[in-house]
């Protein structure tokens, strides 16, 4: 076989590196017309180009090649990606977008961009991306983000016919005070749709005059002046009082109504005595790991869910309730338990709960049943309008009267929770009943007696009848007033009329203007008075069988609006308040997430953009 030999270093192409000359024995120059293969030795006839030899790696040797042009792709990538992009370069933008975005509806602090595994996330995905720094998203980022989901929720608002607001105050971990304002109105195609307006620090604390003051500046800011705005808030008598500032019409929380309803009922001597024992009983074992260990074990000997005792909750009565019925539930496992030797010696005065004990305990569960019902519907955002209010109350009175066979204890309870309900909404219920009567649901208004449900669809009447009066009115405003003139006729002058050419029309509209009044061929049906209208459309909706509980009011007036036009313009004033300010309370969740230790550092403004963008924003997802 032929040995390679060495190449001139004129010849610098790659294949050179895989060949050299043939050697000639009987001389010092190399034969330059066969190249021999350093690799299989063989010979490879040479023209004067590397055609020939290449063909022989693609034939002989294809992984020399593949490997050749991997790695020079590899270069080629590497060198691309040691580019980084411009920060205004659309992909760029579009990531920063997404981080902020990230941020935003993850709740994830600024300084997300400057930790290590995030950094290096983005560095696998996009290493020509350079992340931007905290400062230039909160400052720059973040605001521009704002500002554009604000157009887009201001469009929204502007669509609406009645905006009703929630609001409440809250306080973050370093006791900075605020108040967070939530719209809610009912679209075009009849979907109820929510939004976060705004987080406001309230500087001093959370006196009428400043929430008053806030929720003016809120109104005025989102333009809701001319929307007919309804406030909700809770009970508390800084709430009430500044909303009656304001001068708007104002609805109690029916989630807030019930849990004042409840404590008072949990604050009856007898009761409290009770639950305190349990409550004494289940910190026990949430503190003692011997008792706790022990528990396990007798309700696997029991065979009882394995199920930890429940701690309440001061401000939530319904964690009492959840509270006494685990206890209720584990019972004969805590029993067992207590009279264990190794528990005893922790606390030798703790005893169980006695029989009757027990039976009061599940008596007060069942009679609290229905309230705890009440609250969860309450807490389903898209059911809890103000239709559902004057139903629950209704039967929620009902369910609180005592009967023969209660005990003096759940008559006290019943009793304290009756009278406290019943001070309720006494200067709201006609506003309560027409919304009822306007939900296909609770229409027929059955808790009402036969008087109290005529005046109701009267009212309503009087009330359609008034939007048709305005409907009118801004239909004669905004429409064509230009009227068509008829020609100044003189009889008298006949002889005097000039002799112009005839113009056709002149005889018919004098024809008209003479003999139209008496001869019309149309015969014209009396013009409808609104209020004749308002009864006719509230009779045929009467008439109309009330809809299954289960079923959406929303989708009903969707499906029904050109039938009861203008029952459907007062649906959508009514249906669009929320019997509750639960949709502005669950803010606090998520405003707890936002206002902690780690973001200690924002601002007012930043908590703001960062609540009402993580509540309003929208991400495609594809």
């Given at each position: 076989m032929?040995?390679?030999?060495?190449?001139?270093?004129?010849?610098?192409?790659?294949?050179w590196?895989?060949?050299?000359?043939?050697?000639?024995?009987?001389?010092?120059?190399?034969?330059k017309?066969?190249?021999?293969?350093?690799?299989?030795?063989?010979?490879?006839?040479?023209c004067?180009?590397?055609?020939?030899l290449?063909?022989?790696l693609?034939?002989?040797?294809?992984d020399?090649?593949?490997a050749?042009?991997?790695?020079t792709?590899?270069?080629?990538?590497?060198?691309?990606?040691?580019?980084?992009?411009?920060?205004?370069?659309?992909?760029?933008?579009?990531?920063?977008?997404?981080?902020a975005?990230?941020?935003?509806?993850?709740?994830?602090?600024?300084?997300?961009?400057?930790?290590?595994?995030?950094?290096?996330?983005?560095?696998?995905?996009?290493p020509?991306?350079v992340?931007?720094?905290?400062?230039?998203?909160?400052?720059?980022v973040?605001?521009?983000?704002?500002?554009?989901?604000?157009?887009?929720?201001t469009a929204?608002?502007?669509s609406?016919?009645?905006?009703?607001?929630?609001?409440?105050?809250?306080?973050s971990?370093?006791?900075?005070?605020?108040l967070?304002?939530?719209?809610?109105?009912?679209?075009?195609?009849?979907?109820?749709?929510?939004?976060?307006l705004?987080?406001?620090?309230?500087?001093?604390?959370?006196?009428?005059?400043?929430l008053?003051?806030?929720?003016?500046?809120?109104i005025?800011?989102?333009?809701?002046?001319?929307?007919?705005p309804v406030?909700?808030?809770?009970?508390?008598?800084?709430?009430?009082?500044?909303?009656?500032?304001?001068?708007?019409?104002?609805?109690?929380?029916?989630?807030?109504?019930?849990?004042?309803a409840s404590?008072?009922?949990?604050?009856?001597?007898?009761?409290?005595?009770?639950?305190?024992?349990v409550?004494r009983?289940?910190?026990?074992?949430?503190?003692?790991?011997?008792?706790?260990?022990?528990?396990?074990?007798?309700?696997?000997?029991?065979?009882?869910?394995?199920h930890k005792?429940?701690?309440?909750?001061?401000?939530?009565?319904?964690?009492?309730?959840?509270m006494?019925?685990?206890f209720?539930?584990?019972q004969?496992?805590?029993?067992?338990?207590l009279?264990?030797?190794?528990?005893?010696?922790?606390?030798?005065?703790?005893?169980?709960?006695?029989?009757?004990?027990?039976?009061?305990?599940e008596?007060?569960v069942?009679?609290?049943?229905?309230?705890?019902?009440?609250?969860?519907?309450?807490?389903?955002?898209?059911?809890?309008?103000?239709?559902?209010?004057?139903?629950?109350?209704?039967?929620?009175?009902?369910?609180?009267?005592?009967?023969?066979?209660?005990?003096?204890?759940i008559?006290?309870?019943?009793?304290?929770?009756?009278?406290?309900?019943?001070?309720?909404?006494?200067?709201?219920?006609?506003?309560?009943?027409i919304?009822?009567?306007l939900?296909?649901?609770f229409?027929?208004?059955?808790f009402?007696?036969?008087?109290?449900?005529?005046?109701?669809?009267?009212?309503?009447?009087?009330?359609a009848?008034?939007?048709?009066?305005?409907?009118t009115?801004?239909?004669?405003?905004?429409?064509?007033?230009?009227?068509?003139?008829?020609?100044?006729?003189?009889?008298?002058?006949?002889?005097?009329?000039?002799?112009?050419?005839?113009?056709?029309?002149?005889?018919?509209?004098?024809?008209?203007?003479?003999?139209?009044?008496?001869y019309s061929?149309?015969?014209?049906?009396?013009?409808?008075?609104?209020?004749?209208?308002?009864?006719?459309?509230?009779?045929?909706?009467?008439?109309?069988?009330?809809?299954?509980?289960?079923?959406?009011?929303?989708?009903?007036?969707r499906?029904?609006?050109?039938?009861?036009?203008?029952?459907?313009?007062?649906?959508?004033?009514?249906?669009?308040?929320?019997?509750?300010?639960?949709?502005s309370?669950?803010?606090?969740?998520?405003?707890?997430?936002?206002?902690?230790?780690q973001?200690?550092?924002?601002?007012?403004?930043?908590?703001?953009?960062?609540?009402?963008l993580?509540?309003?924003?929208?991400?495609?997802?594809?």
């Open positions: 032929a040995t390679p030999g060495n190449v001139p270093p004129s010849l610098k192409a790659d294949v590196q895989h060949f050299g000359f043939k050697n000639c024995e009987d001389s010092e120059e190399p034969d017309s066969k190249a021999v293969c350093k690799m299989c030795k063989m010979e490879v006839k040479h004067g180009n590397t055609t020939n290449r063909n022989h693609t034939r002989h040797h294809p020399i090649l593949l050749k042009t991997a790695d792709k590899q270069r080629s990538l590497e060198k691309a990606f040691a580019v980084k992009f411009e920060s205004t370069s659309p992909r760029a933008q579009k990531i920063t977008q997404s981080v975005t990230f941020i935003c509806k993850d709740i994830r602090p600024y300084s997300v961009v400057e930790n290590d595994g995030f950094q290096n996330l983005i560095n696998t995905l996009e020509r991306y992340l931007p720094t905290r400062k230039h998203l909160s400052e720059v973040i605001p521009n983000m704002y500002e554009k989901v604000k157009h887009d929720v929204s608002l502007k609406a016919e009645r905006v009703a607001i929630t609001c409440d105050s809250w306080t971990r370093a006791t900075d005070n605020y967070t304002i939530t719209s809610h109105h009912i679209d075009q195609e009849w979907k109820l749709v929510s939004h976060v705004q987080t406001r620090t309230t500087e001093a604390s959370h006196t009428a005059a400043n008053s003051e806030i929720m003016f500046k809120a005025e800011e989102w333009e809701l002046t001319n929307k007919n406030i909700v808030t809770d009970n508390a008598a800084n709430m009430v009082r500044a909303v009656e500032i304001t001068g708007w019409l104002h609805i109690g929380c029916f989630a807030h109504t019930l849990n004042l404590q008072a009922g949990l604050k009856v001597p007898a009761v409290a005595q009770l639950l305190g024992r409550r009983i289940a910190s026990f074992f949430h503190r003692s790991t011997v008792a706790s260990r022990k528990l396990k074990e007798k309700q696997k000997i029991l065979n009882l869910p394995a005792l429940v701690n309440d909750g001061v401000t939530r009565w319904n964690s009492t309730l959840e006494l019925e685990r209720l539930e584990q004969p496992a805590i029993s067992a338990a009279l264990s030797p190794e528990v005893r010696r922790n606390d030798s005065n703790l005893c169980s709960l006695t029989e009757a004990d027990i039976t009061d305990g008596d007060i069942k009679a609290l049943k229905p309230l705890k019902a009440a609250t969860l519907v309450m807490s389903e955002e898209k059911s809890s309008t103000l239709s559902i209010i004057a139903p629950l109350h209704a039967q929620l009175l009902e369910k609180m009267i005592s009967v023969s066979h209660d005990s003096s204890l008559k006290d309870l019943k009793t304290a929770v009756y009278d406290n309900l019943k001070s309720r909404y006494v200067a709201l219920k006609d506003k309560l009943y919304a009822s009567a939900d296909p649901r229409k027929a208004l059955p009402l007696s036969k008087e109290t449900c005529n005046n109701t669809f009267s009212q309503l009447v009087l009330e009848a008034g939007l048709e009066n305005v409907d009115a801004i239909r004669q405003s905004d429409g064509d007033t230009s009227e068509e003139t008829v020609p100044d006729i003189s009889l008298d002058g006949v002889d005097e009329v000039d002799y112009a050419p005839p113009i056709k029309r002149s005889k018919d509209s004098a024809l008209i203007f003479l003999l139209g009044p008496a061929t149309k015969t014209t049906a009396p013009q409808k008075t609104p209020t004749q209208k308002a009864k006719e459309e509230v009779n045929r909706y009467r008439d109309v069988e009330p809809v299954a509980l289960s079923e959406d009011p929303l989708i009903w007036w499906d029904h609006e050109r039938e009861y036009p203008l029952l459907a313009l007062q649906a959508k004033q009514y249906l669009s308040i929320p019997g509750t300010s639960v949709p309370e669950r803010v606090f969740s998520t405003a707890g997430d936002i206002v902690t230790a973001r200690s550092c924002l601002t007012p403004q930043h908590v703001d953009q960062l609540l009402f993580q509540k309003n924003l929208t991400v495609s997802k594809k």
